[in-house]
């Protein structure tokens, strides 16, 4: 089991900046890929940034430019810094993550945390 928990979500003027972070704790050996989604009222629940064990990163096109992932290996933490904040970057934002036990993928998600942008 991998637990998650985010923190570092609030309310923020449209152009402001907030970091989230995400603590891992319990089974997190092999654990393939963290990531951001977020999910806005009414909508589905859509990717947002990715990293891998190497490294490697992905964005969702809307944030490309302004959001960077990034994750602390020593402190078993992901983060997402979000800069240029616009108003319809406002939901609950959630950390996942895939860890591969037995031959098969696992998911696991945070329980949240909300972001509002606005004036």
């Known amino acids: 089991q991998v637990q998650l928990v985010e923190s570092g979500g609030g309310l923020v003027q449209p152009g402001g900046s907030l970091r989230l972070s995400c603590a891992a704790s319990?089974?997190?050996?092999?654990?393939?890929?963290m990531g951001w989604y977020r999910q806005a009222p009414g909508k589905q629940r859509d990717m947002v940034a990715s990293?891998?064990?190497?490294?490697?990163?992905n964005y969702a096109d809307s944030v490309k430019g302004r959001f960077t992932t990034s994750r602390d290996n020593a402190k078993n933490t992901l983060y997402l810094e979000m800069n240029s904040l616009k108003p319809e970057d406002t939901a609950v934002y959630y950390c996942?993550?895939?860890?591969?036990?037995?031959?098969?993928?696992?998911?696991?998600w945070g329980q949240g945390t909300q972001v509002t942008v606005s004036s």
């Open positions: 996942r993550a895939e860890k591969w036990t037995g031959g098969a993928l696992y998911t696991y």
């Open positions: 319990g089974s997190i050996f092999s654990i393939y890929r």
């Open positions: 990293i891998t064990i190497d490294g490697t990163t």
